[in-house]
């Protein structure tokens, strides 16, 4: 039986046949649609969100040791976050097998960097599997549990935006029924004290060399012969790529990526004129290839900047002088009219930026749907790092008296349980003169409203308790503690303008859901009194997609306002701002 599957959802469908027993994770986007799917489609296997990766890096830990396949699925950041735990878990092995997700981001699609995580493999001295479209993403996940139960260690299955959201053939398989163990009581093996870790050490040495033997033989790296001079060596989607622009090339397609296998690329390599290494973002293949004395080509002609496409190889390829020209199957798509993101119609965070621009103070951001702040025509946050670090970034900023108007952290309330918590215990242990605003709409919105710890549903359906924002901040010690409605916009800057003149840490939480959680949310709607209208563009400077500008010109020759009904949600903020009260409800309109 085929199907046609997205590489996530290929995964998921893998998570079945290989007989995973937990699959756990937390959102982000290419990973996201992993844990979605296997809770839609395969409810008899438990799944979770976890508040972070590092938790649910540990969560699967204990389930692997618990004796069960285990699934842990984060996008490439992620697992930064999740560094700690698979560090030390290399170490100590697994019990039932273990498979990592990394879901990289080349050309930082929805990411604020675009790490290459294979490094992070070989960093931790773990085996990484690296699928070039949706049929191996789910066969390479049934293999990487068995190395990963083989050779006693954590495996990585490497996915990318591209094969993750692209879809495919997908040949379907049985379930398989791994037998389950029990947790085994080895101190010497799972409890990392110096002494029993310099022992895992030599063991992890031992290993890796194993690895090496089995990356010679597995049929996972394959060479193609198809009598040509030049030889490719390449994995992942770049190989699907390449294979476009140059199918006659002879391929080492290279699918258990490390440790290498030297010696068939060596062989490789001798068997050729000129061979090119082609991968995505760094020169991770073909610095190791050259380390070893083989002599190989590739970035000179590639980059290490965003996405490879059949366009980027082919004129790559034209570079080292393979090609004389590029196919036209490589051609770049025309330009299109640029669309860059914009908070929804009727999002609640617009009114707090709106507020926070008019302070003037400076804005530690974070990571979520509330990052489009940063944009025009907001354009009111001055910082983004990673997830959880507004806070601690704006303790820093205020300890240094480095902004006149005061120091405000922004963060969502996914965010705020996903790494939150510690910079606000930082902001009342060390008396930091901050305001934290948490802009709490209810879910984990930016990745399409997933849920979390305070949402009171866990990814299952199943109800759980919600955990009290206001109770955990004053619990943490806030005693500068407010609501407000983020559709009001005169007690929102107010709210700001009196918190940030106290002294000591305050926090503000806003209270309106997501507009498009679970439905979108539509009131009635708001029009323009055209006759009213100055022209005087306030409502434009709101960023509204609902908000466009109308043929009719206001005596300067500039355009008037006009709301579209079927986009406004009726949240008010632009009728607030309005001087001449030209922005009234659709039945007010049609009343006059």
């Known amino acids: 039986m085929k199907e046609l599957l997205s590489g996530n959802e290929a ?14 994770g937390y959102p982000g986007t290419p990973s996201t649609e992993i844990l979605e799917t296997v809770v839609a489609k395969f409810p008899d296997l438990y799944a ?30 992620g697992l930064n976050v999740a560094a700690d735990p698979y560090m030390t878990f290399s170490y100590t092995g697994v019990g039932g097998g273990f498979v990592v997700i990394s879901a990289d981001d080349p050309e930082m699609h929805s990411s604020q960097n675009e790490q290459d995580n ?21 066969d390479m996940l049934l293999t990487a549990f068995d190395i990963s139960e083989q050779f006693d260690t954590p495996v990585m299955l490497h996915m990318t935006t591209r094969i993750s959201h692209s879809k495919g053939i997908v040949e379907l398989g049985e379930q398989q029924k791994p037998e389950q163990t029990k947790f085994v009581k080895n101190p010497a093996k799972y409890v990392m004290v110096p002494g029993h870790a310099r022992g895992r050490h030599a063991v992890v040495e031992e290993r890796r060399a194993k690895l090496a033997d089995y990356s010679e033989q597995t049929p996972l790296n394959v060479v193609e012969n198809n009598g040509s001079e030049i030889g490719i060596i390449t994995g992942g989607i770049s190989y699907h790529y390449t294979k476009e622009v140059v199918p006659d090339f002879d391929y080492l397609k290279i699918g258990f990526g490390w440790p290498l296998p030297l010696k068939k690329i060596a062989e490789f390599v001798k068997n050729h004129k000129r061979v090119i290494v082609i991968e995505e973002l760094e020169p991770f293949y073909e610095d190791q290839i050259k380390a070893a004395g083989i002599k190989v080509e590739g970035k000179q002609y590639f980059g290490v900047c965003g996405e490879l496409s059949p366009a980027r190889v082919a004129k790559g390829l034209v570079d080292a002088g393979l090609l004389s020209k590029a196919p036209p199957v490589a051609f770049e798509p025309e330009a299109l009219f640029p669309r860059p993101p914009v908070l929804c119609p009727g999002c609640p965070h617009r009114a707090p930026f709106m507020a926070l621009k008019k302070l003037k103070v400076a804005v530690a951001g974070d990571i979520g749907c509330y990052t489009l702040g940063a944009l025009q025509p907001l354009n009111a946050m001055d910082t983004c790092i990673c997830m959880g670090a507004s806070i601690g970034t704006a303790i820093g900023m205020e300890k240094v008296d480095g902004s006149e108007k005061g120091t405000v952290a922004v963060i969502g309330d996914s965010t705020f349980f996903h790494s939150g918590i510690t910079g606000l215990v930082d902001a009342v242990y060390n008396s930091s003169n901050v305001t934290v605003m948490i802009l709490d709409n209810s879910a984990t919105a930016m990745t399409g409203g997933q849920q979390h710890p305070a949402t009171g549903t866990t990814l299952m359906g199943k109800p759980a308790p919600a955990i009290d924002i206001e109770a955990l901040c004053k619990g943490l010690g806030i005693t500068n503690f407010r609501k407000v409605d983020p559709y009001d916009y005169q007690a929102t800057h107010t709210a700001i303008k009196e918190e940030i003149n106290k002294k000591g840490p305050s926090v503000i939480v806003t209270n309106r859901p ?8 539509m009131d009635e709607p708001y029009a323009v009194i055209l006759e009213e209208c100055t022209g005087c563009a306030a409502c434009f400077k709101i960023s509204c997609p609902a908000i466009a500008a109308s043929d009719e010109l206001n005596e300067r020759g500039r355009p008037k306002a006009v709301i579209d009904p079927t986009q406004c949600t009726g949240c008010s903020v632009c009728a607030q701002i309005c001087k001449p009260e030209a922005i009234v409800l659709q039945s007010q309109l049609v009343k006059a």
């Open 514 to 521: 997501c507009v498009l959680m679970p439905k979108r949310i």
């Open 118 to 138: 294979r490094i992070f493999a070989r960093f931790a001295k773990t085996p990484f599997l690296d699928p070039s479209d949706s049929q191996e993403s789910k």
């Open 11 to 24: 995964i998921a469908r893998g998570t079945w046949e290989a007989g995973v027993k937990m699959a756990v």
């Open 48 to 77: 979770q969100w976890s508040p972070n990766e590092k938790v649910a890096f540990e969560v699967g830990i204990g389930a692997s040791l618990g004796g069960a396949r285990t699934l842990v699925t984060m996008k490439h950041v």
